[in-house]
């Protein structure tokens, strides 16, 4: 603990704590290992990156966290279920045919060009019974083709000019300097992953489903792609600050979502064999799907705890590397100076030093 001075009695205590060690090997051992006879008293697990670290936190007790964590699980589950509305008042649109005699509806037809796009853009599909899914959803799925071509198109072309313009934050930029004058701050940070792997899987998605059903959408979704990789490797580069890398903590989730993606793909085909009447390529492909099935729950075990906990064996060959270059004391001083909190830092403290730099360098 770093009192600077200050009496110990003075101190509060906090119910969290940054604890640094000098091998990666000694950090391993005691993130992953319980180090008390009840594991609710005593929790460990590995630190944050430093700039995202919220000191206030630190005094949230551990229950409370878990208690925080319920909630936003209720209020996410709530508002999955309240979403139904405005998706019930879509389904109505769709079914445009059918509610004419609607008066909204009515002034929609005195609009020329606008029933034949709410109809064409808002697919609809109806389930009677679960065992029809797989023939209801290659249905809807085969009938959908021009929409989805429709969709990556205008995403494509829109959203990537709108993400190398960034015309909402030059916008709040030029506002914030008019009221509080110009700053030497970036006003682009890191890169937005809630917003773009949202897309991205979602492009994934309707390429698996349609990439038997519809050849013609593979093309404009390599565009896409190929778009969307030479946009981003500007931004990246150019635009974003990148600080410190993820050590790619998103692929678990992407790796998720394609094998929905392959899975959704294969019980559309039953379906559609099923509707092209050929039962017995409908039943050959259960066993491939039960392969899929199986092939990403090996995926999970061999693979996945990788990307949570540090093995063993490379902590320590990491740690005979830096003590033969000599650099296991500067990599623990640096830890130790980057996880101090803001009121324990000296006055000639350099920020740029330890919130720029990575903890460790990579040569």
Request: glycine residues 4%; aromatic residues 12%.
């Amino acid at each position: 603990m770093v009192h600077d001075g200050k009496d110990l009695e003075d101190l509060v205590e906090l119910p969290a704590a940054f604890v640094s060690f000098k091998t990666r090997c000694a950090s391993a051992l005691a993130a992953q290992s319980q180090q008390h006879a009840n594991p609710l008293l005593w929790t460990t697990e590995q630190a944050p990156e430093p700039r995202e670290v919220l000191w206030n936190n630190l005094a949230i007790p551990h229950c409370l966290l878990l208690l925080q964590k319920i909630g936003v699980f209720v209020a996410a589950t709530v508002l999955t279920i309240f979403f139904a509305i405005p998706v019930t008042a879509v389904q109505g649109i769709a079914k445009f045919e059918k509610l004419k005699w609607f008066p909204p509806a009515m002034a929609v037809q005195l609009i020329p060009g606008l029933s034949s796009i709410i109809t064409g853009y808002l697919p609809r599909e109806s389930f009677t019974h679960p065992k029809d899914f797989p023939s209801r959803l290659a249905s809807a799925v085969s009938s959908q083709a021009d929409f989805f071509i429709t969709y990556i198109l205008t995403d494509g072309l829109s959203g990537f000019a709108l993400e190398i313009l960034q015309p909402g934050l030059i916008i709040w930029h030029a506002i914030r300097a008019l009221f509080r004058g110009r700053t030497k701050q970036p006003y682009l940070y890191a890169l937005p992953y809630y917003r773009v792997i949202p897309f991205v899987s979602l492009s994934i998605l309707i390429g698996m489903e349609y990439a038997v059903i519809a050849p013609l959408l593979l093309p404009v979704l390599i565009v896409y792609f190929f778009l969307g990789y030479v946009v981003y490797i500007n931004q990246i580069q150019d635009a974003y600050e990148i600080v410190y890398e993820t050590g790619g903590q998103f692929w678990p989730y992407i790796h998720h979502y394609i094998f929905i993606s392959i899975i959704l793909m294969q019980i559309t085909m039953i379906g559609l064999f099923g509707l092209k009447s050929k039962p017995a390529a409908s039943i050959a492909t259960v066993p491939l799907l039960l392969l899929t099935l199986l092939y990403n729950q090996y995926c999970n075990i061999r693979f996945l705890p990788s990307f949570f906990v540090l093995p063993i064996q490379n902590a320590v060959e990491n740690d005979e590397r830096d003590e033969k270059d000599g650099l296991m004391e500067v990599n623990c001083e640096t830890a130790i100076h980057s996880y101090r909190s803001p009121c324990s830092r000296p006055m000639n403290f350099s920020q740029e030093s330890y919130f720029t730099q990575p903890l460790v360098s990579s040569t």
